[in-house]
C-alpha cells in the first residue's frame, strides 16, 4: 500500500484507506516506548477501532467514539490516487459491465446503456464507487479526458474536503448528478469560491456523510440549481429554514435521521419542495396550526408525496393535519401503529383514504374511484353514531369536527349515513357469534331460499365462495344485498369482499338476495 505518501504537513485530516475499511488522519508522529512514526486514525467503522486516541494515559488525538481510533504504520497506509488513474483502471477492465451499472441516488435509479464509441471522451457516466479518489490531478486533464459526463459516483472514496470534489467537478461542466454517500468531507472555508464548480449540478446524494444540518446550509450555497437532496443516515437533528439557499429544491430526503420534530416546519416554506421522505425520524406529531379543522395550510404548499415510514405516529389527530396539505396525493406510512378500534389494518387503511381526501397512492398502492368511495362511504358508517350523538345535520358540535374533520364534506357528496344501520361499532374480537342467514334469488324465483349458519367475521368474498360452490356461478359476477327485519323493503348494498359481514350490520335472521349477471 503506501501509494502517493504526502508530506507530513498535508497528512492530518486526510483520508485513508487501511485493510479495505476507511479513516481519517488525527495523528503522526512516534507512540513511546515503540520506534518509529505511527498515525493515529479515527475509523469510519465504530466496531474496527480500539481506543479513543490516547495510549498508556497520553492524549495523541481525540475520537468522537471512544473505541473509534488506532494507531497503525505508515506503510499499511494508503491515501489513494487521482481520479483518471482509477477510471483508466476501472474502465480498462471491464467496460462493458461497468456501463451497464446502476446509480441510485434517492428514490431514483439511472441506468446507463452501452456507449457507442467506446472512448473516455464519449462516457456520459463514471462510476467509481468505494475506489480510492483522492483529488482531480493534473489541472485541467480531467476536462480534456471525460468531458461529457453527466452522471458521477464517488461513494466511498478517500476525498478529503469539498476542494477535491470541487477540482473535479469543475472540470465537467455538464455533471447533473453526483453521488458522495460515505465519504468524510470538511465544510470549505470560503464556500463562494467552490460555487462554479456545481453550477449544473442536480441532484445530490450525500448520504451516511456524518453531516449536521447546519453543515448542509453552509455548503448549500453551491449547490444553486439542485433539485434532488438525499441526506439519509446522518447526524441531522435540528432543522433550520434555508434562507437564500436549497430554494430551487424539489425532492428532499432526510430519513434516518434523529430528528427533533418540532422543527420540521422550518423547511416548510420551500417554494419548490414537492417530495419529502421524513422515514424513521422519530416522528409522532406535526401541527399545521394556521389552518383551523378541515381547511389548507399554507405550509409545504407544492408537497405532492410524503413519507412517514417506520415512525411513531399512533394519533389519527397527526392523519387530520396532513388533510390540511393542499398538494398531498402521496402518501406512505407503513410501519407506524395507527390503528382502526376493531383493529384491522384493512379499515385503518379505509380512515387514512377517507381522512386524506386526495390522495392517488396510498403505500405505493394506487387509490381508484372505487376504492375511494367505499372508504369514505365505510368511514361515514363508522362514526354515524358518533356525528349524531354531536349533533348530526343540525348543529355538529366543534369537538367532532376537530375529530373528523372531512365528515361533514361527506355528508355534503354521499348524503345523511341511515340511522337505521348505524350502530355502535364493536371489534370482532368481542363479538364472533354465529347468524342464522337466508339466501334467496330474486330473479329465479324457481330457486328454493338457502338457509345457512355463518360466522360474523366472514369476510364477503368468502360468502361468494361458498355461494359459487352451492349455484356453479362465478364470485365475481355474483351481486349482493340484504334485508333486516328492522327496515323490512329496503336493499343494503354489500359491496366490500373484503369487509365482514359483522362491518354491514348483518344480524341474525337477516335475508341476502343473490344476483348475478
Given at each position: 500500500?503506501?501509494?502517493?505518501?504526502?508530506?507530513?504537513?498535508?497528512?492530518?485530516?486526510?483520508?485513508?484507506?487501511?485493510?479495505?475499511?476507511?479513516?481519517?488522519?488525527?495523528?503522526?508522529?512516534?507512540?513511546?516506548?515503540?520506534?518509529?512514526?505511527?498515525?493515529?486514525?479515527?475509523?469510519?467503522?465504530?466496531?474496527?477501532?480500539?481506543?479513543?486516541?490516547?495510549?498508556?494515559?497520553?492524549?495523541?488525538f481525540?475520537?468522537?467514539?471512544?473505541?473509534?481510533?488506532?494507531?497503525?504504520?505508515?506503510a499499511?497506509?494508503?491515501?489513494?490516487?487521482d481520479?483518471?488513474?482509477?477510471?483508466?483502471?476501472?474502465?480498462?477492465?471491464?467496460?462493458?459491465?461497468?456501463?451497464?451499472?446502476?446509480i441510485?441516488?434517492?428514490?431514483?435509479?439511472?441506468?446507463?446503456?452501452?456507449?457507442?464509441?467506446?472512448?473516455y471522451?464519449?462516457?456520459?457516466?463514471?462510476?467509481?464507487?468505494r475506489?480510492?479518489?483522492?483529488?482531480?490531478?493534473?489541472?485541467?486533464?480531467?476536462?480534456?479526458?471525460?468531458?461529457?459526463?453527466?452522471?458521477?459516483?464517488?461513494c466511498?472514496?478517500?476525498?478529503?474536503?469539498?476542494?477535491?470534489?470541487?477540482?473535479?467537478?469543475?472540470?465537467?461542466?455538464?455533471?447533473?448528478g453526483?453521488?458522495?454517500?460515505?465519504?468524510?468531507?470538511?465544510?470549505?472555508?470560503?464556500?463562494?469560491?467552490?460555487?462554479?464548480?456545481?453550477?449544473?449540478?442536480?441532484t445530490?446524494?450525500?448520504n451516511?456523510?456524518?453531516?449536521?444540518?447546519?453543515?448542509?446550509?453552509e455548503?448549500?450555497?453551491?449547490?444553486?440549481?439542485?433539485?434532488?437532496?438525499?441526506?439519509?443516515?446522518?447526524?441531522i437533528?435540528?432543522?433550520?429554514?434555508?434562507?437564500?439557499?436549497?430554494?430551487?429544491?424539489?425532492?428532499?430526503?432526510?430519513?434516518s435521521?434523529?430528528?427533533?420534530?418540532?422543527?420540521?416546519?422550518?423547511?416548510?416554506?420551500l417554494?419548490?419542495?414537492?417530495?419529502?421522505?421524513?422515514s424513521?425520524t422519530?416522528?409522532?406529531?406535526?401541527?399545521?396550526?394556521?389552518?383551523?379543522?378541515?381547511?389548507?395550510?399554507?405550509?409545504?404548499?407544492?408537497?405532492?408525496?410524503?413519507?412517514?415510514?417506520?415512525n411513531?405516529?399512533?394519533e389519527w389527530c397527526v392523519v387530520?393535519?396532513?388533510?390540511?396539505?393542499?398538494?398531498?396525493?402521496i402518501f406512505?406510512?407503513?410501519?407506524?401503529r395507527?390503528l382502526?378500534?376493531?383493529?384491522?389494518?384493512?379499515?385503518?387503511?379505509?380512515?387514512?383514504?377517507?381522512?386524506?381526501?386526495?390522495?392517488?397512492?396510498?403505500?405505493?398502492?394506487?387509490?381508484?374511484?372505487?376504492?375511494?368511495?367505499?372508504?369514505?362511504?365505510?368511514y361515514m358508517?363508522?362514526f354515524?353514531?358518533?356525528?349524531?350523538e354531536?349533533?348530526?345535520?343540525?348543529?355538529?358540535?366543534?369537538?367532532?369536527?376537530?375529530q373528523?374533520?372531512?365528515?361533514?364534506?361527506?355528508?355534503?357528496?354521499?348524503?345523511?349515513?341511515?340511522?337505521g344501520?348505524?350502530?355502535?361499532?364493536?371489534p370482532?374480537?368481542?363479538?364472533?357469534?354465529?347468524?342464522?342467514?337466508?339466501?334467496?334469488?330474486p330473479?329465479?324465483?324457481?330457486?328454493k331460499?338457502?338457509?345457512?349458519?355463518?360466522?360474523?367475521s366472514?369476510?364477503?368474498?368468502?360468502?361468494?365462495?361458498?355461494?359459487?360452490?352451492?349455484?356453479?356461478?362465478?364470485?365475481?359476477?355474483?351481486?349482493?344485498?340484504?334485508?333486516?327485519?328492522?327496515?323490512?323493503?329496503?336493499?343494503y348494498?354489500?359491496?366490500?369482499?373484503l369487509?365482514?359481514?359483522h362491518?354491514?350490520?348483518?344480524?341474525?335472521?337477516?335475508?341476502?338476495?343473490v344476483?348475478?349477471?
Amino acid at each position: 500500500m503506501g501509494v502517493d505518501q504526502p508530506d507530513s504537513e498535508e497528512v492530518i485530516d486526510r483520508r485513508v484507506s487501511c485493510d479495505g475499511e476507511r479513516a481519517t488522519v488525527r495523528y503522526l508522529g512516534p507512540v513511546p516506548p515503540t520506534a518509529g512514526l505511527w498515525y493515529g486514525v479515527e475509523w469510519d467503522n465504530l466496531e474496527r477501532g480500539k481506543h479513543d486516541g490516547s495510549h498508556e494515559g497520553v492524549q495523541y488525538f481525540t475520537c468522537r467514539n471512544p473505541k473509534g481510533g488506532s494507531f497503525v504504520r505508515p506503510a499499511k497506509v494508503s491515501f489513494g490516487v487521482d481520479f483518471l488513474t482509477v477510471v483508466r483502471e476501472e474502465y480498462t477492465i471491464d467496460t462493458e459491465e461497468v456501463l451497464s451499472q446502476e446509480i441510485s441516488i434517492s428514490s431514483r435509479k439511472l441506468k446507463w446503456g452501452k456507449v457507442k464509441e467506446r472512448s473516455y471522451e464519449n462516457l456520459p457516466s463514471v462510476l467509481l464507487t468505494r475506489s480510492e479518489v483522492n483529488g482531480a490531478g493534473a489541472e485541467g486533464e480531467i476536462r480534456e479526458t471525460t468531458p461529457n459526463v453527466q452522471w458521477l459516483d464517488m461513494c466511498g472514496t478517500l476525498l478529503s474536503c469539498w476542494e477535491d470534489v470541487a477540482a473535479i467537478t469543475q472540470q465537467l461542466e455538464h455533471l447533473e448528478g453526483l453521488h458522495l454517500s460515505n465519504n468524510r468531507l470538511r465544510v470549505p472555508s470560503e464556500v463562494s469560491s467552490l460555487c462554479r464548480s456545481f453550477c449544473s449540478l442536480r441532484t445530490l446524494a450525500l448520504n451516511n456523510c456524518d453531516l449536521t444540518w447546519t453543515q448542509i446550509l453552509e455548503c448549500a450555497p453551491m449547490w444553486s440549481q439542485l433539485e434532488v437532496l438525499s441526506l439519509e443516515e446522518n447526524k441531522i437533528t435540528e432543522l433550520r429554514r434555508p434562507e437564500g439557499v436549497l430554494q430551487s429544491l424539489k425532492n428532499l430526503n432526510v430519513s434516518s435521521n434523529p430528528l427533533e420534530q418540532n422543527t420540521v416546519l422550518s423547511i416548510a416554506a420551500l417554494p419548490r419542495l414537492e417530495e419529502l421522505n421524513l422515514s424513521k425520524t422519530g416522528l409522532s406529531d406535526i401541527r399545521f396550526d394556521d389552518a383551523a379543522p378541515g381547511s389548507q395550510t399554507d405550509m409545504f404548499a407544492a408537497l405532492k408525496t410524503l413519507r412517514l415510514d417506520y415512525n411513531k405516529i399512533t394519533e389519527w389527530c397527526v392523519v387530520d393535519e396532513l388533510g390540511k396539505l393542499r398538494s398531498l396525493v402521496i402518501f406512505t406510512c407503513r410501519g407506524n401503529r395507527l390503528l382502526s378500534s376493531d383493529g384491522n389494518p384493512r379499515t385503518a387503511n379505509q380512515m387514512l383514504i377517507a381522512k386524506l381526501g386526495k390522495l392517488e397512492l396510498l403505500n405505493n398502492g394506487q387509490i381508484l374511484a372505487d376504492d375511494r368511495k367505499g372508504a369514505e362511504c365505510d368511514y361515514m358508517k363508522m362514526f354515524g353514531l358518533e356525528w349524531l350523538e354531536a349533533g348530526g345535520g343540525s348543529e355538529t358540535s366543534r369537538e367532532f369536527i376537530i375529530q373528523h374533520p372531512r365528515y361533514l364534506s361527506l355528508v355534503q357528496k354521499y348524503g345523511a349515513p341511515d340511522e337505521g344501520l348505524l350502530k355502535k361499532w364493536v371489534p370482532l374480537a368481542l363479538k364472533n357469534q354465529l347468524l342464522k342467514i337466508t339466501f334467496v334469488f330474486p330473479d329465479h324465483p324457481d330457486r328454493k331460499p338457502i338457509e345457512k349458519k355463518l360466522p360474523d367475521s366472514m369476510e364477503v368474498q368468502k360468502v361468494k365462495g361458498l355461494l359459487n360452490r352451492l349455484l356453479k356461478v362465478p364470485p365475481s359476477d355474483l351481486k349482493l344485498t340484504y334485508t333486516t327485519l328492522k327496515k323490512m323493503g329496503i336493499e343494503y348494498e354489500i359491496d366490500g369482499d373484503l369487509k365482514t359481514l359483522h362491518y354491514y350490520a348483518i344480524e341474525d335472521g337477516d335475508q341476502v338476495q343473490v344476483r348475478w349477471s
